[in-house]
């Protein structure tokens, strides 16, 4: 399927698909995006202790990047999941401009070792964060009270709807520990009433630039 590079309203970059018409990240900034939903209002809840995280669509790998980043910051010790059905190759991935506009080149190194590394392998990348990018598809998830947090960030409901339906979020759910938190771009209503039927207690939330709502689930 054919990607073509972006830049998003705050200079970061992205890819977006012409045939569906959806891009990885949000228009309106793709770092924006992933530093309000998922740092802010995911990892930001955890710190000085060990987490381990699921994302939910690893795509140019941002999210993970940025958790990277936020980690010393909240003394954590990460163990990091990221599925992935059709990952990106590191020629595409390394065309995106993150560490320059997160302004740690330093990491620079280790993103491309996220790109280049195994799947389905346990990667140290420092002594406070493992990464393990999981080659599947999202239906055959089954891990069992695993993860303290989920980023869910898979492409929309409009493109992708079995993605968002009750059958996934169950898996989520079952993935959680006890006190787990889930949280995502999406704000629909047929998405909280498909988390809320799976157990999950569900709030609406901000949501990042150019969007008016996110949801943050908990396994109560």
Not at 15 to 28: K, L, N, V, Y
Not at 57 to 81: R, S
Not at 152 to 164: I, S
Not at 171 to 188: P, Q, R, S
């Amino acid at each position: 399927m054919k990607r073509e590079i972006i830049t998003t309203d705050d200079g970061s970059t992205s890819f977006r698909i012409p045939e569906w018409g959806e891009s990885f990240h949000s228009t309106h900034g793709a770092i924006q995006e992933t530093k309000h939903v998922f740092i802010k209002n995911g990892l930001a809840l955890f710190s000085n202790q060990n987490i381990s995280i699921l994302e939910i669509g690893f795509g140019t790998g941002l999210n993970a990047l940025a958790t990277l980043a936020e980690q010393p910051h909240l003394n954590l010790n990460v163990h990091y999941e990221t599925i992935e059905a059709y990952p990106l190759s590191w020629q595409e991935a390394s065309q995106m401009n993150y560490c320059e506009l997160l302004q740690q080149p330093a990491l620079a190194p280790l993103f491309a070792k996220m790109h280049q590394c195994p799947w389905n392998e346990e990667v140290t990348l420092n002594s406070h964060f493992i990464l393990k990018k999981r080659k599947q598809f999202f239906q055959e998830i089954n891990d069992l009270s695993q993860f303290d947090l989920i980023y869910f960030d898979a492409f929309g409901a409009q493109v992708q709807p079995e993605l968002w339906q009750e059958d996934i979020f169950q898996k989520m759910y079952n993935a959680l520990k006890t006190n787990g938190i889930l949280v995502t771009y999406a704000a629909k209503g047929s998405v909280r009433r498909a988390m809320t039927a799976c157990g999950f207690t569900v709030e609406r939330l901000q949501g990042p630039p150019g969007k008016r709502e996110m949801l943050r689930a908990t396994k109560a």
